[in-house]
């Protein structure tokens, strides 16, 4: 592939700033101009596996050829000059050539003014007919906090709908929803990740960060060069688990069980912390007695964890002075999510973890902005500051702050799925905005999805490149992107953190936040919605004041002095939090509160037609639906299709070659994909990446009746030998 990207122009050279991707935000500095001598340097881009975490200096691959130098910053503790494969290569999406630079209205090149006219003209005629709800918002987690904030207030107080969420309810919502109702605040991380390396134990249930979080490892491994020891929860050995001292291996599904059964060893071996419980929890005496009915070989029997091995990880746990449970997607994306992740944290605080230095329970944030984007009001129960959009003094607060009457904001509206399930129906909204997300590839049962995004009188989509659901929209208003633009982002430690310009876009594209000031003043006047990152931080902090999230004393200067800032940080001479519930948890009496929570399977089990669970998730090189990474040839080759890994027992079974293809067959859907053959999986259990379409037309659609996440980590499908 040759490219040949326009030149982007220098605004500053060597600006440090921090990567587009994920949750860790890894620092680095960015560079306009090829790198003179170090370019190509082969850590960079080779498909090394995870050895992407290199920390020596380097730059693109030169078939990546673009016009920016990227190498890693060390005064960042989350990356300390690491960066992975995508982090590497991010800078190839900057030039010219491979993103949108013109508007699209109805497939056609526009000008600005005709796209933001036209998308204002039929949102009032949809306003028209429908009332408010009938037009939606659908926001990202990738989105920096001040576009997060924007959209929020834009959605309130400009198109008054209720009808708001993002794809963060993907996401964080199921560990969100447990960190509430056990301590009363979710913060990701309730400590610095350098707190890790200190741990003498740490459990991880479904979080595979050798892939999905590269330079998250070296603090896995400074743990274990102390001697600390890692547990891993996943149903397959991944790059993660190989990693680890000692690895279950369950049933897709089945951790609420696993962490049932490891609470009733923990009571039955006295290893209870009874001394924390007492002084810092309420309600252990239910959750105790309910843990009494999952002992280990009724547990065994369900998970397929062997006893003995439930036994280990109970005692590697409890014999830790300083020890940590963390979470993934694996265990919180089912619809039992927030009732597991609870479990976990029920066995956290038996042991007496969460809030003692160097000890704890954290969920592990996935998105770039998967923290700051779930606190400042694009969810749809949401106002900014984390409040609560039902809460009559929140609506008071934030209402002044954007200088309307409180009884004008809409209450709670639709979950991410149940929303992207009524567009177009009857009762649903008849246009949607999209920002930040691709969900054509990444919502469960995404062919419905698609039926109902095809079915609505206008969908409008902000990205950078034209992403499957950009391909779909009535308008496409193309955006600037991290290293074009200034802003914050809160990474998974609740650090917040300054995303930097460092060259100027392309001609031809705008910011989110610009594009949002345009559709203000053609619908209500720009009023309240400034262009300007740092004027819309400023109001944020406002409206954020007094709330649990809480980001009042953060100003950019702050930050960009002290490298982030941990909210909550109530005034400007308050030094930020690292580690809240070291004194009281953030309940009205302080405590952290067990909740009673039971097992139950799968919503969609095994059977005759469909006797294999499918289980979905992520690749190293590829990042969420592809829409950035596909388009970035180094990631391409490392990582080139959808695959399906099996057991090569089953493989046998089906009689099907590494490397041949086989259809995965659902009950939603069917996906071609190429068989990847490999002993690291339960011979019961498939894997999909869904980087791909595929995954998702299989996916399960169910969700959790407390956080409304999905099913995406387990359904019953068949295999086919595709010809
Ligand atoms: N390379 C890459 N990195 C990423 C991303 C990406 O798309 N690509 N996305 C970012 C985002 S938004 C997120 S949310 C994070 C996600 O980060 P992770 O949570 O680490 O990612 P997943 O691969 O979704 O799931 C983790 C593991 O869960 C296992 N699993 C599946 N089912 C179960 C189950 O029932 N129980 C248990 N215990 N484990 C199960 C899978 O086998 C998988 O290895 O990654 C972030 N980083
Ligand atoms: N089967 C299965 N499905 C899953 C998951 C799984 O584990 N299994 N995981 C779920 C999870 S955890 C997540 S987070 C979701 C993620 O899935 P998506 O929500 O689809 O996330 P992305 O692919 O990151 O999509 C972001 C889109 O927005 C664009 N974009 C990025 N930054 C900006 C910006 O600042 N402004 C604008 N306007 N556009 C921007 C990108 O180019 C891209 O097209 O997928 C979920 N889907
Ligand atoms: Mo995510």
């Known amino acids: 592939m040759t490219i040949s990207p326009a030149v982007p122009a220098p605004v500053r050279a060597g600006t440090a700033t921090h990567c587009p991707y994920c949750a860790l935000q890894c620092g680095m500095n960015v560079t306009a101009g090829a790198a003179a001598g170090a370019a190509g340097a082969a850590g960079a881009v080779g498909a090394a596996g995870i050895a ?124 969100a929803a447990a960190a509430n109702r056990a ?65 279950l291996q369950p049933v897709p599904g089945t951790d609420l069980a696993l962490a049932m059964g490891l609470l009733h060893i923990v009571i039955a071996e006295g290893r209870v912390d009874e001394a924390y419980v007492a002084a810092r929890t309420t309600g252990f005496e239910r959750v105790s007695a309910s843990a ?178 950009a391909a779909m929209a009535d308008v496409v208003l193309p955006s600037t992107q991290w290293a074009e633009e200034d802003g914050t982002m809160t990474n998974l430690e609740g650090r917040v953190l300054l995303r930097r310009r460092a060259v100027a876009p392309p001609p031809g594209v705008r910011g989110d936040l610009e594009i949002l000031r345009g559709l203000a003043a053609r619908l209500r006047g720009p009023e309240g919605f400034p262009a300007e990152p740092r004027e819309v931080f400023d109001e944020l902090r406002r409206a954020s004041a007094g709330g649990i999230a809480d980001y009042s004393g953060i100003t950019y200067e702050r930050i960009a002095a002290e490298t982030g800032v941990f909210w909550p940080c109530p005034d400007t001479g308050h030094p930020g939090t690292p580690r809240p519930f070291l004194d009281r948890f953030a309940t009205p009496d302080g405590r952290a509160r067990f909740t009673p929570v039971e097992h139950r399977p799968p919503e969609e089990d095994v059977d005759d037609d469909h006797p294999l669970y499918l289980t979905t998730g992520r690749v190293l090189a590829h990042y969420q639906s592809g829409a950035q990474t596909r388009r970035i040839a180094a990631l391409n080759e490392a990582a080139p299709e959808l695959f399906v890994e099996l057991h090569p027992d089953l493989a046998e079974r089906l009689e099907v070659e590494p490397g041949g293809r086989v259809r995965v067959v659902g009950r939603r859907g069917t996906a071609e994909a190429v068989a990847r053959i490999s002993p690291a999986i339960r011979p019961d259990t498939v894997f999909m990446p869904f980087h791909w379409a595929g995954a998702n037309l299989l996916t399960n659609p169910a969700l959790d009746p407390v956080s409304r996440m999905p099913e995406f980590k387990v359904c019953a499908v068949r295999l086919e030998r595709a010809a």
Request: charged share 20%; hydrophobic share 40%; aromatic share 6%.
């Open 52 to 175: 992407g975490d290199t920390g020596e200096a380097g730059t693109l691959g030169e078939t990546a050829g673009p016009a920016v130098t990227i190498t890693p910053r060390h005064d960042v503790p989350a990356n300390a000059g690491g960066l992975c494969q995508k982090g590497w290569t991010a800078g190839e999406l900057l030039g010219r050539d491979r993103r949108l630079t013109t508007p699209l209205v109805d497939g056609r090149p526009a000008t600005w003014d005709e796209a933001l006219d036209t998308v204002a003209a039929r949102i009032r005629a949809v306003r028209a007919e429908h009332g408010p709800d009938g037009v939606a918002v659908f926001g990202g987690g990738g989105l920096t906090n001040e576009k997060a904030y924007q959209l929020g207030k834009f959605a309130r107080v400009v198109l008054r709908t209720s009808q708001i969420d993002y794809n963060g309810r993907f996401c964080m919502s199921s560990a």
């Open 183 to 247: 301590f009363g605040m979710d913060r990701g991380l309730p400590f610095p990740i350098t707190d890790l390396a200190g741990a003498d134990a740490i459990l991880v249930a479904g979080g595979n960060m050798a892939e999905t979080m590269p330079p998250f490892v070296r603090h896995l491994t400074a743990m274990r060069e102390r001697g600390g020891r890692l547990v891993v929860i996943d149903p397959r050995a991944t790059a993660t688990a190989r990693r680890a001292d000692l690895h």
């Open 292 to 469: 009494a009915a999952w002992w280990p070989e009724r547990v065994e029997r369900i998970t397929g964890v062997p006893v003995a091995r439930m036994r280990q990880a109970a005692a590697i746990l409890g014999d830790a002075r300083r020890a940590m449970v963390l979470t993934g997607r694996g265990a919180e994306q089912h619809a039992k999510g927030t009732d597991t992740v609870s479990a976990f944290i029920n066995l956290a605080l038996a042991l007496g973890l969460p809030g003692r230095e160097g000890s704890g329970y954290g969920c592990v944030t996935g998105q770039g902005n998967g923290q700051g984007g779930r606190e400042h009001g694009q969810k749809a129960d949401q106002l900014p500051g984390y409040r609560r959009i039902d809460d009559p003094a929140a609506r008071a607060h934030v209402a002044a702050v954007w200088g309307v009457d409180p009884g004008e904001l809409p209450g709670p509206g639709r979950s991410a799925y149940e929303l992207l399930d009524a567009l177009g129906t009857a009762a649903g909204p008849r246009a949607l905005l999209l920002f930040g997300s691709n969900p054509v590839i990444s919502a469960p049962d995404a062919g419905r999805v698609a039926e109902r995004l095809a079915s609505l009188d206008l969908l409008v989509v902000s990205d950078f490149v034209l992403s499957e659901t």
